[in-house]
């Protein structure tokens, strides 16, 4: 059973529009939440992040979103450029649990000049 | 300040065949954690080991295995090796606490044919 969900997996979008990259997770005790990105043959890199007790965090280009009541985050990228394409993953951890994150399957954001 | 690393970055095995992986986590980590990804399956935990204990354990079955050394590096192994073990491997290492982030290194690619 998914407790981390990217139920679209794959994004297109236009060179200076906005992405937004979805996540739902089901159990109401993740309280820390990120969003990693991934090239094609590297390992996963730190984007974002966000704690449970903000609705907001924002770095630059990126902004991630939480709604604490749908169970559910975002990841906005304004605006996106081609070198965003990539594959995104977001997790979700659990303070007074094991501390791993557990990881939805992804999004595959290609970004058309 | 150095990376993560892992070697070897590409693996070919035969069925049967054992394996094993090593990674160097980022100076003073204490954490390294190894995720098993295959296409469309995400990132799929496998164990963690912290102060040279495994801390905690994924669902895989109990060919998988590893082992932490006093300077934190970690190896893991794969037993009785499978067709369905193809995968990237990526190890992540961390100081080991709630609400921080993992760091991963580029990944093994193992294919066992």
């Known amino acids: 059973d998914q407790q981390v969900k990217q139920n679209s997996p794959s994004l297109s979008v236009q060179e200076g529009r906005i992405s937004i990259l979805n996540c739902d997770y089901t159990?109401?005790?993740?309280?820390?939440f990120l969003w990693y990105k991934k090239y094609p043959a590297e390992g996963p890199t730190f984007l974002i992040s966000?704690?449970?007790?903000?609705d907001k965090n924002e770095d630059g280009r990126f902004t991630v979103f939480l709604n604490k009541s749908a169970k559910h985050l975002s990841l906005h990228i304004v605006p996106s450029q081609p070198g965003d394409s990539a594959v995104y993953f977001c997790?979700?951890?659990?303070?007074?649990?094991?501390?791993?994150?557990?990881f939805g399957r992804g999004t595959s954001l290609i970004v058309h000049p | 300040k150095a990376g993560v690393t892992q070697t070897p970055r590409y693996l070919i095995k035969t069925r049967g065949q054992q394996v094993t992986l090593s990674c160097s986590p980022i100076?003073?980590?204490?954490?390294v954690s190894w995720y098993q990804q295959t296409p469309g399956q995400g990132l799929q935990f496998l164990f963690e080991?912290?102060?040279?204990?495994?801390?905690n354990k994924g669902n895989f079955p109990g060919r998988f295995s590893g082992r932490q050394f006093s300077n934190s590096r970690s190896e893991m192994n794969v037993s009785t090796l499978e067709l369905g073990d193809s995968a990237l491997y990526l190890c992540?290492?961390?100081?080991?606490?709630?609400?921080?982030?993992?760091?991963f290194g580029p990944g093994t690619r193992l294919l066992v044919l």
């Open positions: 080991y912290f102060s040279e204990t495994q801390r």
């Open positions: 159990n109401s005790m993740f309280d820390y």
């Open positions: 992540a290492s961390s100081f080991g606490t709630a609400q921080e982030t993992q760091y």
């Open positions: 997790a979700a951890t659990l303070s007074g649990g094991s501390y791993i994150p557990t």
């Open positions: 966000i704690s449970s007790i903000k």
């Open positions: 100076s003073g980590h204490r954490s």
